[in-house]
Nanobody, 122 residues
Framework: QVQLVESGGGLVQAGGSLKLSCAAS????????LAWFRQAPGKEREFVAL????????YYAESVRGRFTASADNVKNTGYLQMNSLAPDDTAVYYC???????????????WGQGTQVTVSS
């Protein structure tokens, strides 16, 4: 089992930045990848970004590529999502998840954070 606690969400102005954190505990050795998803009201949960837990491999959705950066700190057992140049369309609940594959699909991620609200004002 892996437990994930998210933090860092909040209200930010358009063009601003925000950094989300995802603290992991439990069976850390089972974590291969950390992914981020988001869900806006009335919409499907969509993939945002992923990173290898102990490597440099990353993958991003086209909508956030060049603006968001996913990373993992193995010393702190924490993953991060740095979000820059935020726009109102980025407003959503953001979820982190850990899995055993480096793939942008919900089916490969077994453990999820509680979600954190990100609201971008204009």
């Amino acid at each position: 089992q892996v437990q994930l606690v998210e933090s860092g969400g909040g209200l930010v102005q358009a063009g601003g930045s925000l950094k989300l954190s995802c603290a992991a505990s439990g069976n850390i050795f089972s974590i291969y990848s950390l992914a981020w998803f988001r869900q806006a009201p009335g919409k499907e949960r969509e993939f945002v970004a992923l990173t290898a837990w102990s490597g440099d491999d990353t993958y991003y959705a086209e909508s956030v590529r060049g603006r968001f950066t996913a990373s993992a700190d193995n010393v702190k057992n924490t993953g991060y999502l740095q979000m820059n140049s935020l726009a109102p369309d980025d407003t959503a609940v953001y979820y982190c998840a850990t899995g055993r594959a480096l793939l942008p699909s919900r089916d490969y991620y077994d453990y999820w954070g509680q979600g954190t609200q990100v609201t971008v004002s204009s």
